[in-house]
């Protein structure tokens, strides 16, 4: 809200996403939902009655290798994540990782537990794990990629999904969840407490093809270092944890698009953190 | 060109459903399989569907939609609730009957449409049905073959199954020699320990002394990631589980 040109409210957080995020983690989860009430003969009618497998865009990536070399999906993958995964890309050429900042419901259940943390640790939270060791850690999500791609191009079958803390999340009532996933959701639960959003930065495998795009984008997240006042706010608030007050363009790997570090919302000085496409002065 | 937060959110909205929905118009969102079983090519039966390729996803209303056997009587063949049997996965026998020595699941479904509707089907294979199934079929038209066939393969109803863990299905004296368990309990230990079943994985396999050369050999292909059910990837190849199960269990029960 601005009166004579002054600024009188300045929002802390970017609302609309709290918004989309809650958007999405209902719908996925009345999905998941109704498809279980569906299999015991059941169901709400409007809704979707689409397994979680269906959903996920995650699916459509592990499934390139078996569709360009037998032209079939790998088992409960159908052309539904296909669709998804290059709605996701689309968006990620354009945006960065918005998918990962703003739909995943898996990140959002991790942000609404470091709420939590934020609140018991402070200005300590998300600052527990040691710079270096924390670094080296963000590149491990790359190998967790690298694995589930290839074991799924091997077996033709979902074996991430037993690992999979997003596919346990919405599946713990069901027999379909393995313990190997809902331990990794556990851990991934309580490590939100102390680090904010453990699972995308070191683990995600979705996160890391998504995240490459933060190289090329058009979109950008940049600094107009005549404005920038240098109290480094940006950094402090982005939850991932990068540098944003000594770089003019974000192009960081790990970036997710949720315009938090932007004048927008933490930045106290107007038009100095902005996302535009362009560059700026 | 700056973006703000509200056109972004609305972009998200228009790009992920606008998306849907092009796909939906177009015909590319398919969220799940299409339940249609694949149809014999030739022969007697060509154009008819192909109980051979009833999937684990398949519903009982699948199966009937597709082979015109009402739901009711595939809940009463397999003992399940009448009510909402139509839309009682087929894959849920496996684990109904899982007390049960012998499998009944998506196979045993497969044998009994195939009885049911007299549609030809591969009994060289051991395939087992419970007592209320084997039951239903002694109604029908079926060949001395098949009625040999089916008394020897046939295990109690889940009830009976779990009160006596170990089944022994009702032997003849035609088939006894070949495929089917005998009376023997010794004998009948023999034939099911090391039994390449619906969950049986590569890895169990090579455990049980085959060597990777030899499975490779009779899936004509290389195997996969050890941990893999051999079913799981004879359905994502388009393999016939049954026909490499037989074939894989041979060289099982030759290192016995």
Redesign the interface.
Same mark, same amino acid.
């Given at each position: 809200m601005k009166i004579f040109g002054k600024r009188l409210f300045r929002p802390r957080s970017?609302w609309?996403?709290r918004?989309?995020q809650w958007f999405f983690f209902l719908l996925i989860a009345l999905i998941a939902v109704n498809h279980t009430l569906?299999? &015991?003969?059941g169901g709400i009618a409007f809704l979707? $009655? !689409?397994?979680l497998h !269906?959903?996920c865009p995650f699916g459509g990536v592990v499934t390139i290798y078996?569709y360009l070399t037998?032209g $079939?999906f790998?088992?409960k993958i159908?052309?539904?994540s296909?669709? @998804?995964m290059?709605?996701a890309f689309?968006?990620s050429i354009l #945006?960065g990782p918005?998918f990962c900042g703003?739909?995943c419901p898996m990140g959002t259940v991790q942000e609404w537990v470091s709420m939590l943390g934020k609140k018991i640790f402070r200005r300590k939270f998300n600052h527990f794990v040691p710079e270096k060791l924390d670094k080296a850690l963000r590149y491990l999500r790359y190998l967790v990629l690298v694995w589930v791609i290839y074991?799924t191009a $091997?077996?033709? $079958?979902l074996?991430f999904a037993e690992y999979d803390p997003y596919f346990a999340l919405f599946n713990f009532w069901t027999?379909e969840v393995a313990v190997a996933g809902l331990v990794i959701l556990g851990v991934t639960l309580l490590l939100s407490l102390f680090v904010e959003r453990p699972w995308c930065k070191y683990a995600c495998p979705y996160g890391a093809v998504l995240g490459v795009t933060n190289l090329f984008r058009v #979109?950008q997240i940049r600094r107009v270092e005549s404005t920038c006042k240098n109290d480094g706010a940006c950094s402090i608030m982005c939850p991932m944890n990068i540098p944003v007050d000594v770089v003019k363009t974000v192009r960081d790997h790990q970036c997710i698009?949720c @315009?938090e570090c932007t004048s927008?919302a933490i930045c106290p000085v107007a038009?100095t953190v902005? #996302? &535009?496409?362009?560059g700026v002065k | 060109?700056?973006?703000?937060?509200?056109p972004?959110?609305a972009?998200?909205?228009i790009?992920?459903f606008g998306?849907?929905a092009i796909?939906t118009v177009m015909g590319?969102?398919?969220?799940?399989?299409s339940k249609e079983a694949a149809t014999y090519t030739e022969g007697e039966f060509a154009g008819q569907s192909n109980p051979a390729d009833i999937r684990g996803s398949y519903t009982f209303g699948d199966v009937e939609k597709n082979f015109d056997i009402p739901s009711s009587v595939l809940a009463q063949a397999f003992g399940i609730e009448s009510?909402?049997a139509?839309?009682f996965?087929v894959k849920g026998l496996e684990?109904m009957y899982a007390a049960s020595e012998f499998e009944i699941g998506t196979g045993s479904v497969r044998l009994f449409v195939a009885l049911y509707k007299g549609l030809p089907f591969d009994l060289s294979v051991d395939t087992y049905l419970p007592e209320d199934a084997a039951a239903l079929l002694k109604d029908r038209n079926l060949t001395p073959e098949q009625s040999v066939y089916l008394e020897a393969h046939t295990v109690p109803n889940p009830a009976a199954a779990t009160d006596s863990p170990v089944v022994d299905p009702v032997p003849t004296a035609e088939s006894a020699s070949e495929a089917v368990p005998t009376q023997s309990a010794a004998t009948s230990e023999a034939l099911t320990e090391n039994l390449i079943k619906g969950k049986t994985t590569f890895q169990e396999i090579l455990d049980w002394g085959v060597s990777q050369e030899i499975i490779e050999q009779v899936m004509g292909a290389p195997m996969?990631?050890p941990?893999?059910?051999v079913k799981?990837?004879c359905?994502?190849?388009?393999l016939d589980f049954e026909t490499i199960k037989v074939a894989l269990q041979v060289e099982v029960d030759k290192m016995k």
């Open positions: 970017i609309i996403r918004v989309v569906v299999e &015991n003969g979707s $009655t !689409a397994s !269906a959903l078996q037998v $079939t790998v088992q159908h052309e539904s296909f669709v @998804l290059i709605l689309v968006l #945006f918005v703003w739909v074991v $091997t077996s033709g $079958t074996i027999s #979109f698009s @315009l927008e038009k902005v #996302f &535009n496409v362009g | 060109m700056n973006l703000t937060s509200k972004l959110a972009i998200i909205f790009v992920f998306g849907i796909s590319s969102w398919q969220t799940e399989s009510d909402g139509a839309t996965a684990e996969p990631n941990l893999t059910k799981d990837y359905t994502e190849k388009g």
